[in-house]
């Protein structure tokens, strides 16, 4: 079972790192820049491990037939994508990764031409990359293997519970500015920056990583400012009683 489980998980960080791979020279060419396009500060992007360990156990059956590796290999991972950014969507209250300008797209989560590819995606993960992922592993003795597990386990579990304290700090800060946006007609600056004291002053571990790797999850531009702003402001008031104390 432990073998089993440590020969998974080392799968898992194998394709979560290629995925990362994959994105940053996608995000390089898009934006002309390089750019990280990891939720974790790490170099894994997990949709991508989680996407290839289910292609692994549902279609390596299916070895013989292409076609079916194929075509059930786009809807498994298009579902693993669209229920993604559902979660994401829910959580932020913002798109992670919109595809409404493209053809082909459910609810701007998926799009046709991103489903074939991770249909082409899934025949090489099956006839290529996997045989040479199981021969990689098989280079090591099993004790080295769960040794490595678990260390990387550990790494990744700190790497998750630190990107998910920014992510919900962040997920704040998008709630605030959504306010923000609806009630600045209504409200004055001041009576505003009043109002959200509380939840401003709460705010941390800002970081502007997510918005590089994600831009779709930035649309609210002057409120989020704003709210950075107050959160500054805030934080040097909290100093300088700190210091008087």
């Not at 006839?127 to 098989?138: D, E, T």
């Not at 306010?179 to 009043?194: A, T």
Request: proline residues 2%; positive net charge.
């Amino acid at each position: 079972m432990l073998n089993n489980l440590s020969n998974t998980f080392l799968t898992f960080i194998i394709y979560s790192f290629i995925g990362y791979i994959a994105e940053v020279i996608y995000a390089t060419i898009y934006y002309k820049k390089i750019t990280n396009r990891g939720f974790l500060f790490g170099p894994l992007c997990p949709i991508y491990g989680v996407g290839a360990i289910l292609i692994i156990f549902t279609m390596t059956r299916y070895y013989r037939d292409p076609v079916v590796v194929f075509v059930f290999g786009t809807i498994i991972t298009s579902l693993v994508e669209y229920y993604t950014s559902y979660i994401l969507e829910k959580f932020f209250h913002n798109k992670w990764w919109d595809y409404s300008d493209k053809f082909g797209n459910i609810n701007g989560r998926i799009c046709l031409f991103n489903s074939l590819l991770f249909g082409v995606g899934s025949l090489l993960i099956i006839y290529v990359a996997n045989p040479l992922v199981v021969n990689f592993l098989h280079i090591f003795n099993q004790h080295t293997l769960n040794i490595s597990a678990l260390i990387l386990f550990i790494i990744f579990l700190i790497d998750w519970i630190a990107s998910m304290m920014i992510a919900y700090n962040l997920r704040h800060r998008i709630i605030i500015a959504e306010e923000l946006k609806s009630e600045k007609i209504k409200m004055l600056p001041s009576l505003l920056k009043n109002k959200y004291a509380k939840e401003i002053a709460k705010l941390k571990l800002h970081s502007n990583r997510l918005f590089k790797s994600f831009p779709n999850i930035n649309n609210f531009g002057k409120e989020l400012d704003l709210v950075n702003k107050w959160s500054l402001e805030s934080k040097k008031k909290h100093k300088k009683r700190t210091k008087k104390n």
